[in-house]
């Protein structure tokens, strides 16, 4: 049963470009959130997607765009680099909404992009 | 006040050692815990979740203070592999709305 995969899983950009990473979250699962995880940092919220629309989203410009198929596979898109963009991109999947065990339940993640702006 | 605060460490101690680290939350209608583990460069993994009773899971124990708004973590006889960030997790929000507020982590090192 083959986890959570994102692609790349280093990449490296210039400042202004657009980026497009890629997650597929594990077997079962139709909910992915991303979040970015600067250096020495939590990781932090940016959206989730179920049933190919946006649920929530974090404090995060509009640069930052996603999108669901079908299949429950993600991309989340930055347009317009900037440098402060530099960090590990990770995507997590779990079963909407938020149903687990009681309230408990676990998101899984993907080894995560590590996207550098320079 | 953030809405889920940590020590960020780090934390350097014996092998064999006893560590605690505790988590603050700010919004009382979270709903439930978890701690991650984080090794480096690599993504969170769930390490427990985290009762209102507390739970145990070998040398690990999770605490929950809901008066105090806190959890904490205890690991007991630390190991070289116990070395990682160990970050809190809070879910808050209910329905359709809940999602999980991560603190900053804690860095542990165990030494030899």
């Known amino acids: 049963d083959a986890g959570v995969t994102q692609s790349p899983t280093h990449l490296i950009k210039t400042r202004g470009q657009q980026v497009t990473l890629r997650c597929s979250p594990k077997?079962?699962?139709?909910?992915v959130s991303w979040y970015q995880q600067a250096l020495g940092q939590g990781p932090q919220f940016i959206f989730q997607?179920?049933?190919?629309?946006?649920?929530q989203r974090g404090n995060f410009p509009d640069r930052f765009s996603g999108h669901q198929f079908p299949n429950y596979s993600s991309e989340l898109n930055v347009n317009a680099l900037l440098l402060g963009d530099s960090a590990l991109y990770l995507c997590?999947?779990?079963?909407?909404?938020?149903?687990?065990?009681?309230?408990?339940?676990?998101?899984?993640f993907g080894q995560g992009t590590r996207l550098t702006v320079v | 006040r953030k809405e889920v605060e940590q020590d960020p460490g780090p934390f350097n101690v014996p092998e064999g050692a006893t560590v605690a680290f505790n988590c603050t939350y700010s919004?009382?209608?979270?709903?439930?815990f978890f701690w991650y583990r984080q090794d480096c460069r690599k993504e969170p993994k769930l390490l427990m979740s985290?009762?209102?009773?507390?739970n145990e899971d070998g040398r690990f124990t999770a605490q929950l203070n809901r008066a105090s708004q806190y959890i904490s973590l205890l690991i007991r006889d630390s190991k070289l592999s116990d070395s990682a960030t160990y970050l809190c997790?809070?879910?808050?929000?209910?329905?359709?709305?809940?999602?999980?507020?991560w603190g900053l982590g804690t860095s542990l090192a165990v030494n030899p």
């Open positions: 997590a999947s779990s079963r909407f909404p938020w149903a687990g065990q009681g309230f408990n339940t676990e998101a899984f």
């Open positions: 077997s079962g699962h139709d909910t």
């Open positions: 997607y179920y049933e190919e629309e946006e649920r």
């Open positions: 919004n009382s209608a979270s709903q439930s």
């Open positions: 985290v009762y209102s009773s507390g």
């Open positions: 997790v809070v879910n808050i929000g209910a329905g359709n709305n809940r999602k999980l507020i």
